[in-house]
């Protein structure tokens, strides 16, 4: 019978805590969150959740922290760095120490799927002798061991993007043909989310994946497939964890620090042998393709929720300018700053495309949709249906308006031939000097084509994105000027 819990929570600032943690409050639990640097973590949580300053690894200040603590989610985990086993070791000491003196009812914590039976990679190793550890003072345990972690952001997730985006034709070293038993997010956080209230209180360890067995071949061919991309892969006999953590270095420099343990973690089967889990708890995992296509829709959300100048520190200097990556999306952000009300700097957003044009070299705006019409796209004949009102959904030139906020902010997707996905966005914030603009161009490359394919219009993207920009601020001022009392302009939500 589910009841409302006190709850501590490690690891919150974590990809896997990070996303538990709203779904905890939403289940009417009460939070508490430990961390090192609460007055960092308070600016990012709930008012409701208890940040409590606490380091695992430092026995003396957990017990403020365990006090009046019905149940503790452990997601505490050394990835990188030499010593990281002695670190997981003392931290797993240090919690269920003081996890039985706060008299603590259930720990639970997620660790890594792995017969014992077999030899273990050091990190896997390490993952069971914590979920052991967290026994030794008879504090009840519950350890999921769960395999490949499927979900925008995760660790293996990101590894299979990196390869599978940036290399047309692979060698693949034969770990990457061991079966494993992928499990998605969502699935993993239900198991945790249920477990708070499971009944009894004997320590267990329960295997956890998804309803398909795949390995990490499989998985890089089904997320190519539902990203419409074509991949060779060639398989190698012989390469070493060393070799392959260079190799994963050298193409994704993100897990340089980290390839190698990595790689040795899934030198053998990661397979659910035991099915208890699915009995003992109501979650049924979904499988393969449905896991890749949640994290890549959850991808779009969180983007299309999220304002892209969030992404970006504004740093309130005329005309400033940045690139950056997003996820696997690629931005280029401009702004600058206008000494007009919001209403007047939005008024020439809300006029481009169409008769009006894009307020800066439109010869190479018409040579653009000229060569989209040549292979088969729509080129810029469409035009608009408005030249002052605009919808959700209405077509200007080759875009189309996604979002559209009155005055604040507008959204066009573009529906030219590009190698991927393109948008591009005009958002209007009010500042002490009047209104910033900010235009933020981005793209969703499609494999490498559409990486070259961003790099090489890089170059004409700074001519004309900056000139675009420099002509609505013009216009804005130009038009205020002429016109000191500015009204809002008609428009629709």
């Not at 829709?297 to 999220?306: G, K, L, Y």
Request: proline share 4%; with cysteine.
């Amino acid at each position: 019978m589910k009841t409302d819990r006190s709850i501590l929570l490690t690891g919150a600032t974590g990809y896997v805590g990070g996303r538990l943690l709203p779904q905890l409050l939403a289940a009417g639990h009460h939070v508490r969150c430990l961390t090192r640097h609460p007055e960092m973590l308070r600016e990012r949580v709930e008012p409701v959740v208890d940040v409590a300053a606490g380091d695992v690894l430092d026995r003396a200040s957990l017990d403020r922290a365990f006090a009046g603590i019905d149940t503790i989610i452990y997601l505490v985990h050394s990835m990188g760095g030499k010593n990281f086993i002695d670190a997981d070791r003392t931290a797993a000491e240090n919690t269920a120490a003081a996890a039985a003196f706060a008299r603590v009812r259930r720990i639970i914590y997620l660790g890594g799927l792995g017969d014992d039976k077999q030899a273990l990679s050091p990190h896997l190793k390490s993952r069971h002798e914590v979920g052991n550890l967290l026994k030794l003072t008879g504090v009840q345990v519950i350890e999921f061991r769960a395999s490949i972690i499927i979900g925008s952001g995760s660790l293996s997730f990101e590894l299979v993007r990196a390869l599978v985006e940036r290399l047309p034709i692979m060698v693949t070293p034969k770990w990457v043909s061991l079966p494993a038993q992928p499990v998605a997010i969502n699935d993993v956080l239900a198991y945790l989310l249920v477990a708070v209230d499971r009944d009894g209180d004997q320590s267990e360890i329960f295997e956890i994946g998804g309803s398909d067995v795949a390995s990490y071949q499989e998985i890089m061919k089904e997320y190519a497939r539902q990203r419409g991309l074509r991949r060779i892969m060639l398989p190698v006999p012989v390469l070493t964890p060393y070799l392959s953590s260079l190799w994963l270095g050298l193409v994704t420099p993100v897990f340089a620090r980290i390839g190698r343990k990595l790689v040795e973690s899934i030198r053998h089967s990661t397979i659910v042998t035991d099915s208890r889990a699915t009995d003992a708890f109501a979650v049924t995992p979904c499988g393969l393709r449905e896991a890749i296509a949640m994290a890549l829709r959850n991808e779009d959300q969180v983007f299309a929720a999220s304002r892209w100048s969030d992404a970006v520190s504004s740093t309130g200097a005329h005309g400033h300018s940045t690139s950056t990556r997003l996820g696997n999306r690629l931005l280029d952000r401009r702004d600058a700053v206008v000494a007009v009300p919001p209403v007047a700097a939005f008024a020439p957003i809300r006029r481009i495309g169409g008769a009006n044009g894009w307020y800066y070299a439109t010869f190479l705006w018409k040579l653009r949709g000229f060569l989209d019409l040549i292979v088969g796209g729509v080129g810029m004949r469409r035009g608009r249906c408005d030249p002052e009102r605009l919808r959700v959904g209405d077509v200007i030139d080759c875009w189309r308006v996604e979002r559209y906020e009155v005055d604040r902010l507008l959204r066009l997707r573009a529906e030219m031939q590009v190698w991927g996905r393109a948008w591009l966005e005009f958002e209007i914030q009010p500042c002490e000097e009047g209104s910033r603009i900010i235009q933020t161009a981005m793209f969703d490359p499609q494999g490498l084509s559409g990486l070259v394919y961003w790099y090489l219009v890089t170059p004409l993207h700074a001519i004309v994105f900056t000139g675009m920009l420099r002509g609505i601020a013009n216009a804005a001022q130009s038009h205020y000027d002429d016109a000191p009392a500015t009204k809002s302009a008609p428009g629709a939500k």
